[in-house]
Structure formats: C-alpha cells, structure tokens
C-alpha cells in the first residue's frame, strides 16, 4: 500500500526566500507525480506533474522533481511571496488513476 | 477549455437525512471522474472513480455511493447520514487514467 509523507507539516518564511518542500513515498511503481496548491476552504489547483519517466518540472519560480529510487520528491520555490501562502499537497497516481495524496505542508511567507 | 462545478459549497445537514452532491464537468467527453474527502487538516482520500457512464468503483466501505448517470455528471449520495460523514468533499477529473487531475471548489458537508 502507498503511503505518501511530507514534511515539514507546516512551514514559516520571509519573503523572498526561496524554499523547499518535500514528499516523500514508498512504492516506486507510480504512473505520475502530481502537485496541487489548496488555498483554506478551497479546491485544490495543480502546479506540476511529473510523468513516471520524467525527473522534473518547472512552471514559472516552481521547480518539482521526481526521484523514484529513494522515493521522494520536491517543490521548490523560488523567491516566495505572500500570495504563496497556502497547502502543498502532493499526490502519486497507480493504477487505474487512484491517487494517495500526502498530508500537505502549509506554508506561510511572511512579508 | 475545461470547466468543473461541484455544488453546494456548503451544506449542514441533520442526522438520518439524505444527501446528494452533484459534480459537473464541461468542455470535454468521457473524463475519468472521482470523489474525494478531505478531514481536517490531512490530505485527501479517494472514495469513488468512474471510467464511463454506470461504471462506479468504490474504494473504502462506507455509508456513501455514487453514481454517474450521465458522461459527464457525478453524483455523490447517502440515504441516511451520519456525523461521521461530516468533512470536505471534492469532485476531481481527469482525461484519461493516470493524466493530470483538475479539481472542484468542494462542498463542506456538516452533520448536526
């Protein structure tokens, strides 16, 4: 069974710094890698996915990587904001598009 | 472009009385449709998926079912609910299995 961990489960940071979440699973044999942002009350919206046979993903300041033979992978941001205030959450995807999704960091950047 | 609603966005509800939450997605065919259930402050744990019209799998035992009467519309139901069945639910779709998911705007269920 697929257990997804990420840590730290609440993060503080000034702005402008740049920053790193992590997730962390424990079955290698995973379709893709997604990363959602959910905002306090909210859906949730995706930021990257990583395919299987991919290593990373960038979109704008977020980079994710994906290693699957220590099962981990992370978000980076760069240059925080306010405005990314919010949960991370990440979720791997197995067969027949069932999705574990970690617990989430919530991130607060301080201005 | 592809469009999800999900309704309510909220809804308190008494013991023993019945629920449906619906989920509609626009702009595309045959998605990949699942319900999910967020407690507070964990992630999310999937409850349903569908691949087609009628074709529902269910993933924990519980007092919830669901149904996808039509492509492109899925529906979330109890006969009878319980406290327990309080918590953040989210409709979620994707084009095929295992593609980037897109999510709705959820529905705070609450049970009194």
């Known amino acids: 069974k697929q257990e997804v961990t990420q840590i730290p489960a609440a993060l503080s940071v000034p702005e402008g710094e740049n920053l790193v979440l992590n997730c962390s699973f424990t079955d290698s044999a995973i379709y893709n890698l997604q990363w959602f942002r959910q905002d306090p009350g909210k859906g949730l919206t995706s930021l990257l996915l990583?395919?299987?046979?991919?290593r990373e993903q960038t979109s704008g300041r977020l980079n994710a990587s994906l290693d699957k033979s220590s099962g981990r992978s992370t978000l980076y941001i760069a240059a925080s904001q306010p405005g990314d205030s919010a949960t991370y959450l990440c979720a791997l995807s197995t067969n027949a598009g069932k999705s574990t999704f970690g617990d989430g960091t919530t991130l607060t950047v301080k201005p | 472009s592809q469009t999800i609603h999900q309704w309510p966005a909220t809804l308190v509800q008494p013991v023993g009385s019945p629920l449906s939450l619906e989920c509609t997605v626009e702009g595309t065919s045959n998605p990949n449709l699942y319900w999910y259930r967020q407690a507070a402050g964990r992630g999310l744990q999937l409850l349903f998926y569908s691949v087609g019209i009628g074709q529902i799998s269910s993933e924990v035992p519980q007092n919830l079912s669901a149904s996808r009467p039509q492509d492109r519309q899925f529906i979330l139901s109890s006969k009878k609910l319980l406290l327990s069945d309080s918590g953040f639910y989210l409709c979620?779709?994707?084009?095929?299995?295992?593609?980037?998911?897109?999510f709705g705007q959820g529905t705070r269920l609450t049970v009194v």
């Open positions: 979620a779709w994707s084009l095929q299995v295992n593609t980037e998911a897109f």
């Open positions: 990583i395919q299987s046979s991919q």
